[in-house]
């Protein structure tokens, strides 16, 4: 404390250097006289407050407030009525965790200085964060009473009521000062934050936008004003106010990223990037902001764009695997499986039990046919999460690709055990059962998938299908199918359903003109290729359905069905033309 009372002295040397001298006697000589000695001053007390003040400040700069109360409260003996002094002490008294204490120190320094507004702010506040309210609010009123063009009191008033839930008294208060002060932004901003808290959207609208007229700089107006826009679903609203902002705060990079996300949002990912590019250049260290431009990409199948900006936020954050996962899965859309495979493996290095990395490395091992490598690393998901279901639905999917159906079953329904609601893996229980031959299970099953989801098209569609192809059930085929179209009315496959229910109904005509929507909407399917064939011979036109089973054959070489259709097509054709010959002759 000495140390800190001599650093005082050095900052207070010129104010108390009087007081200091006061201690010793003074000599003075006059012109035709001896010496002689002269009275000192006595040493001022409030000089001496102000000097353990000072110290006790310094302390208090430091942290250290419970050394600095002491100090303070001598300085209050030598000087007892400084409603200043007796504000500090109060304000010191809450930092030293001594409430009590402290409002007693607060109400001492409003009997001495009852026409100070500090003194009342002060009182008002320790008599808040009591939850004295009423008290608090009287406090506040007095300073208006004081001083009534002091618009803290007013906002501080306003915000002790909205902590209380009574709106309708803040915003009483708020009107008050917004008639003092019509061109005050921070009144209006907070009567639209009254107005978003009671749904009031009509006046909130209106009191933001005045906020940002009047002060276009005010950030917190220009972001409530476009999350009402956002809530009410006025898009464009929200996309112009998050452009107004940013062209008032262009230093600003928040609003920029608001205005992206909304975008995203909305689909519009063209507009997106180039507000997210814009981020990159305010923000170019910032790893969201990349990640965000890395999904934008993504999601306009950009691939190899998308992994320049995961690669980039992997240089910025090495220890990020939630972008090492993102940049694997553009890897994989992008056809590079093996740059894929080398980050999905050093994920996995990082966290072995990473279920999604493992899922997907799954997937990769699949795709290229790697069939055991893929069950191997599922069954080590469903290992480390065995309640996960959908765990199973990848597992069982993994057997159905190498085509062991009874393990595919098998994993399927355990994962229904877990959840017998479960769309998917009812699905799939269809698909396997299907594929053994075992049709009416599969029916029931696709079925209940419906029953659950009514929406389910490709059950539907599956059901459908499976009549047509057994030439059973045709009206209900084409009745389930049609429900499926209703869903997706642009989908290739069930158009090619359809075509093919018309077709072993009989009625080629229709058939013909399905399958030819089929191959337009779903280009590079063998089946269809072939059930376009079949139509077209139907209907007499023998070089397209050659045309179409070639194609169908260039897809699908071992399709053996189809080889012997292109013969059999090739040697009509022969014939006709030989008979065409001949009857020219």
């Known amino acids: 404390m000495n140390r800190v009372r001599g650093a005082a002295v050095i900052l207070l040397v010129l104010a108390t250097t009087a007081c200091a001298s006061a201690s010793r006697t003074a000599t003075t000589v006059d012109d035709d006289g001896p010496p002689r000695r002269l009275a000192v001053p006595a040493r001022d007390p409030q000089a001496e407050a102000y ?15 419970r050394e600095a109360v002491p100090m303070l409260q001598e300085a209050l003996k030598r000087d007892p009525n400084s409603a200043f002094l007796w504000t500090q002490l109060a304000q010191w008294l809450v930092r030293a965790e001594q409430p009590a204490e402290a ?3 607060a109400r001492r320094a409003v009997q001495l200085a009852p026409n100070d507004t500090q003194t009342h702010l002060t009182l008002a506040e320790l008599l808040r964060g009591q939850k004295k309210y009423a008290e608090a609010e009287a406090e506040l009123e007095k300073v208006i009473a004081i001083n009534p063009a002091h618009e803290d009191a007013y906002l501080t008033l306003a915000r002790y009521q909205v902590e209380q839930k009574a709106y309708e008294r803040a915003r009483a208060v708020l009107l008050r000062l917004v008639e003092r002060q019509p061109r005050l932004a921070q009144a209006h901003f907070l009567l639209g934050r009254l107005a978003i808290e009671t749904e009031g959207w009509d006046e909130a609208v209106s009191r933001l936008k005045k906020a940002v007229e009047l002060d276009p700089d005010h950030d917190g107006a220009w972001t409530a004003l476009g999350y009402v826009y956002e809530s009410r679903h006025r898009s464009e609203e929200a996309v112009e106010t998050y452009r107004r902002a940013v062209k008032s705060n262009p230093d600003n990079p928040a609003f920029v990223e608001r205005l992206g996300d909304l975008l995203i949002r909305l689909g519009r990912y063209q507009e997106a990037q180039a507000e997210i590019e814009q981020l990159t250049e305010l923000a170019p260290r910032d790893a969201r902001v990349w990640m965000k431009l890395g999904a934008v990409f993504y999601e306009q199948k950009m691939w190899d764009r998308a992994i320049d900006a995961f690669r980039h936020v992997v240089a910025l954050e090495p220890t990020n695997l939630r972008a090492r996962y993102f940049l694997a899965t553009a890897y994989m859309d992008a056809g590079k499986d093996a740059e894929a495979r080398t980050e999905l493996e050093r994920i996995l290095r990082s966290d072995p039990r990473s279920i999604d990395a493992r899922v997907q490395l799954g997937f990769l091992h699949s795709r290229a046919k790697r069939f055991d490598e893929s069950i191997v690393v599922l069954r080590e998901a469903v290992n480390l999460e065995p309640r996960r279901p959908e765990l199973f639905l990848y597992l069982g999917t993994a057997y159905f690709r190498a085509k062991e159906y009874d393990r595919a079953l098998e994993t399927l329904q355990e994962g229904l055990t877990l959840d017998d609601k479960h769309r998917d893996l009812q699905f799939q229980v269809g ?16 079925r209940r998938v419906i029953a659950l989801d009514p929406k389910h098209a490709e059950a539907y569609n599956y059901v459908g299908y499976m009549y047509a192809e057994r030439g059973q059930n045709l009206d209900e085929a084409i009745t389930l199918i049609k429900k499926a179209l209703d869903l997706e009315p642009e989908n290739g496959y069930f158009i090619d359903s359809l075509g093919w229910a018309y077709f072993q109904q009989g009625r080629y005509p229709d058939a013909l003109r399905e ?6 909407k779903a280009k590079e399917d063998a089946i269809i290729f072939d059930h376009l064939g079949e ?33 059999d097509a090739k040697s009509r054709l022969r014939r006709v033309q030989g008979e065409r010959s001949k009857a020219s002759q």
Not at 515 to 520: C, D, G, I, M, N
């Open 51 to 65: 000097y353990d003040f000072a110290a006790a400040q310094m302390l208090v700069h430091a942290g250290r407030f």
């Open 103 to 105: 409002l007693a120190a």
């Open 431 to 446: 698909v396997v059962l299907e594929k053994q031959a075992k049709f009416e299970d599969a029916v029931r099953a696709f």
């Open 515 to 520: 399958l030819k929507r089929a191959v337009e």
């Open 535 to 567: 139509a077209y011979a139907k209907n007499g036109f023998d070089e397209d359905a050659l045309t179409a089973w070639e194609k169908s054959l260039a897809l699908d070489p071992n399709a053996e069905g189809v080889v012997k259709k292109v013969q």
